[in-house]
């Protein structure tokens, strides 16, 4: 399955936006280990931006970016969207709350705490009625987005977003599930080459195990390890380095992704 | 879209184990809602609870994935033969060719509910039994089945809330239709968990008696619990005059509200429009209507004008959440089952515990099951976060 990559939200630790990570990420600059910088999102109704948690707006802001560099209408793009753990801090508010005599959950976090809580700020930010989906594939969260997203553009001829994104669990969840530094990244893809397109990813689904493909740059490796959205980085890296390469992505266990990537312009 | 055989179907909720239990308990308009004695929960409200469950034991290779929910799928598999096709199913096409897209809203939270109580009262740490990958991840229920089933193909789960088993159907779809697999299993389970039950309850939606879909005196939903499961194939050659086939998936968002409908139901008639698109139908050709019909005074009003305006006052409808209870995120595929069993039979199920149709509900609602010929059906599934599903279902090419 081909899709077409017109354009690209990015942000990591130390990553903050795709266009001011490229050189990084190609390796012409060094990387610098820093807290993900998640900026508030202008895109949401007042009310709504107070409701809304972390992985929120970590999905907004990566989302948008995207949406913005390939300059397509977010409002009439069906989207995908995966995470392995959704709102940790929610679910941990909550089962902290069952276990006091009250049980006085709040209505808020209850409401937020669905996994597709993210694409329904989506929808209300971006008034799109288009399609959605939530997916959850635990470590390969992002592949399985990958590949519900190709699978998407190849089948119904349109473009969709991907948007990944996982947050690190406070304790005493973080010592059963180790996740760390906020982590978003999102993809615009089209069925066909445009104007807009700068790289065509070929994705084939591959039912036997093997080795991933690791980065070299250690410090990055360790951010792609620590995170379920992180394990994108191998293709936003191949992205960056506008050639030609093949990445291997874990996905469930037994399988693997072949992901060809290719500048195209 | 490309139709698609439903080759096999399996369900289990609180109506029975199995289609012959649930279909003998819609004939009758029998419900399965009794007071919540659901663990610890001290809440005034019904629920649709399935006692065996607490007695299930979990298949011993897969002991790790132990939770209520990983028990709801497994007792949902080994209904209506389901295992049995599946092995059968694994023979023809390979274990790799044939997909697992499952939906669940909760997962095995109850788990991590209970965990939270065992937490060390120095160190606060979680019991060192406690396994987030088999349990609590929304993925563990997708990875239970896959394993379950000895499935290698390509395999997700779906959590938008209540409209994820619905969803799945349009998933498994798209990959069969790009060729990642050949065949693909699809549906899910949720379970009672204490989240849910008081997480309704703070946002007002849980009745106090059993809920009554379409009543004019109705007040919130009943929780419920269950799982189904169906195996989607490609029609090989001529398809059978009775083959039972998956025919149109429509979805859209409501870009409304987390938690409130669209009051004119605006997404819920986009879903139902693309669903009659997919399936090159027309309104005229649905014979009945399996309703979200939660029962809250929202849903239901807004449902109501959707499926009003789209199809005006004489598709039959009703909702059979009275009879089963609200299952979240197995409402999906419980209730596409449901309109399988309304089409095989010819049944227009009623709905259990509405006394009355609310007079501003304008559409053909349903208070009695009576029988009638059923070709093709449509389902609705409604999530929070206005996530929307319609499904076409029929029988015969």
């Known amino acids: 399955m081909r899709a077409y990559v017109e354009g690209v939200g990015l942000l990591g630790p130390g990553l903050r936006g795709w266009h001011e990570s490229r050189a990084v990420l190609a390796g012409a600059e060094p990387y610098r280990v820093a807290p993900t910088a998640i900026p508030p999102s202008e895109l949401l109704p007042p009310a709504e931006r107070r409701r809304a948690g972390i992985p929120v707006k970590l999905a907004l802001a990566v989302g948008w970016e995207a949406f913005m560099s390939a300059g397509r209408d977010a409002a009439a793009t069906a989207a995908v969207f995966t995470s392995s753990s959704g709102d940790g801090e929610i679910l941990h508010q909550i089962c902290d709350t069952l276990t006091t005599p009250e049980r006085g959950v709040s209505p808020t976090r209850f409401m937020n705490s669905v996994h597709n809580a993210a694409a329904g700020y989506w929808s209300i930010a971006t008034q799109s009625r288009e399609p959605s989906t939530s997916l959850c594939c635990y470590d390969a969260s992002f592949a399985a987005g990958l590949l519900e997203c190709a699978t998407q553009v190849a089948v119904d001829a349109r473009p969709v977003a991907l948007i990944a994104y996982d947050q690190p669990y406070p304790q005493p969840l973080h010592a059963a599930r180790p996740i760390s530094g906020e982590f978003g990244v999102a993809f615009v893809m089209a069925p066909e080459a445009t104007r807009r397109s700068f790289a065509a990813i070929d994705l084939e689904f591959m039912p036997y195990d093997k080795a991933e493909t690791p980065l070299s740059d250690h410090a990055l490796e360790a951010v792609r390890v620590s995170n379920p959205a992180a394990r994108s980085l191998p293709v936003l890296v191949a992205l960056a380095r506008d050639g030609a390469e093949e990445v291997v992505l874990q996905y469930v266990a037994g399988a693997h992704l072949h992901v060809r990537i290719a500048s195209c312009r | 879209m490309q139709p698609l055989v439903i080759s096999r179907f399996a369900t289990v909720n609180c109506l029975g184990a199995g289609t012959g239990a649930v279909l003998d308990a819609l004939r009758m308009k029998r419900s399965g809602l009794a007071p919540c004695d659901f663990e610890t929960a001290a809440l005034d409200t019904w629920v649709g609870r399935i006692p065996a469950l607490e007695e299930l034991r979990i298949r011993r290779d897969l002991e790790d994935y132990d939770c209520r929910s990983n028990r709801m799928a497994q007792l949902g598999l080994e209904q209506d033969g389901f295992t049995d096709a599946m092995a059968a199913a694994r023979e023809r096409y390979g274990a790799a060719r044939i997909g ?298």
Not at chain 2, 215 to 240: H, N, T, W, Y
Not at chain 2, 311 to 338: D, N, Q, R, W, Y
Request: hydrophobic share 40%; glycine share 12%.
């Open chain 2, 100 to 397: 697992v897209f499952i939906g669940t809203s909760t997962s095995g939270i109850l788990e991590t509910e209970l965990a939270y109580r065992r937490r060390d009262p120095q160190t606060r740490a979680l019991p060192g039994s406690f396994r987030y990958h088999a349990t609590q991840n929304s993925y563990s229920l997708g990875d239970f089945v896959r394993r379950y089933l000895g499935l290698t193909g390509p395999s997700f789960v779906v959590s938008s809330a209540c409209s994820s088993t619905a969803k799945v159907f349009g998933n498994a779809a798209r990959m069969i239709a790009a060729g990642v697999c050949d065949a693909a299993v699809v549906g899910g389970a949720d379970t009672l968990c204490l989240t849910t039950l008081y997480g309704f309850h703070s946002l007002e939606l849980t009745s106090r008696r059993p809920c009554r879909p379409f009543d004019p005196d109705r007040d919130g939903i009943s929780l419920g619990e269950g799982a189904g499961f169906a195996l989607l194939e490609k029609p090989a050659g001529l398809v059978a005059s009775d083959a039972v086939m998956l025919l149109g998936v429509g979805e859209s968002s409501d870009a409304y509200h987390m938690s409130t409908p669209h009051p004119e139901g605006a997404g819920a008639k986009l879903a139902m429009q693309r669903a009659l698109g997919a399936a090159r139908l027309g309104p005229a050709d649905i014979d009945y209507i399996n309703l979200h019909g939660t029962a809250t005074r929202t849903n239901d009003a807004a449902e109501d004008k959707a499926v009003v305006e789209l199809f005006g006052s004489a598709t039959p409808c009703s909702s059979t959440k009275g009879a089963t209870g609200h299952l979240l995120g197995a409402a999906g595929i419980t209730e596409a089952v449901i309109s399988i069993l309304a089409a095989q039979h010819g049944l227009l199920p009623g709905s259990a515990h509405t006394r009355s149709v609310d007079p501003a509900l304008k559409s053909d609602y349903l208070l009695d099951s009576r029988e009638s010929r059923v070709r093709r059906v449509l389902t609705n599934s409604f999530g929070f976060g206005g996530s929307n599903c319609s499904l076409v279902i029929g029988i015969g090419g």
